[in-house]
């Protein structure tokens, strides 16, 4: 039964409870009671409904739906919800891994990221049969990202180091994830940490708990450049600049978003110090 269509509906609607407007923890006066219909639809004809958790952010989570994870779903089994849980977009074989180390040769660094894609047994079992391939880390191997006890495991029987964070949000979560002792290397997100001002208390963290960091950044446009100033004020280590591969049609931070040599350089200009083409935006804005 497969999966033909899926729409995600944010409706608002004003109500009364006889009292004032609710107020959202953000401060902004509730006037509507929002949520997100998310309707299934299988070839069969098989009708499903259920809900996205929006709150404040309704709009948000109905576009994700839409643009993100409808296009995932559509042509997939609707009874194998467990398949669709666990599918991300890495590659993650023994004989993909294998075929990495060969290409590049016994001492050019690799990792293995896996977005979490295996249970905590399963991540034990992986780890064991990747020793062998001299890995920097295996990145988020099990499932959920949260389940720190479960990774610590990994790290303790797999016998490799492990590299988590990018689904942590706050210096919290960060001290919970080395207090469980689940990780070689740190990787806070610029952009999901909240800027520059949080993600620098998470590299305060890795240095005084002696844990290296590697920040997470698969992007392109600014929270990259913001990433390699990070980078750049960081002097305790070596730190690596993460660039997802690709070759964008048109920049609108021009061509300082490419590594040159293996090396980015850093804008010295004020703030990030990009100039942002905003004809770029426009051309390729969605809505
Ligand atoms: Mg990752």
Known sequence: MKIRKVEATHVAIPY????????FGIGTTRATMDS?????DTEEG????????????????????????????????AENVGALVQDKL????????????????????????TNCSWTVEQSVEMAKQLRCF???????????????????????????????????????????ILDAGAVDVMQPDV???????????AIALGRERGIAVEPHSPFYGPGLIATLHVIAAMSEQDVMGEFFYADLEQSPLGDMIYPRDGYFAVPDGPGLGIEVDEKILQRYRVA
């Open 134 to 176: 001299n890995l920097s880390w295996l990145e988020e191997p099990s499932y959920p990202p949260d389940d720190h006890a479960g990774l610590a495991r990994v790290r303790r029987e797999g016998g490799i180091p492990t590299a988590a964070g990018e689904n942590l949000g706050n210096i919290n979560d960060f001290r919970q």
């Open 36 to 40: 997100v219909y998310i309707r299934v």
């Open 46 to 77: 098989v009708t499903g409904w259920g809900e996205a958790f929006g709150f404040g952010a309704c709009p948000v989570t109905a576009a994700a739906v839409s643009r993100v994870v409808a296009p995932l779903a559509i042509g997939r089994e």
């Open 16 to 23: 009364q409870h006889g009292g004032p407007l609710s107020v």
């Open 90 to 113: 890495h590659e993650r074989t023994i004989d993909t891994v294998a075929a990495a180390r060969e290409t590049a040769g016994p001492d050019f660094p690799i990792a293995l990221d």
């Open 191 to 201: 952009n999901k940490m909240g800027g520059i001002t949080e993600i620098r208390k």
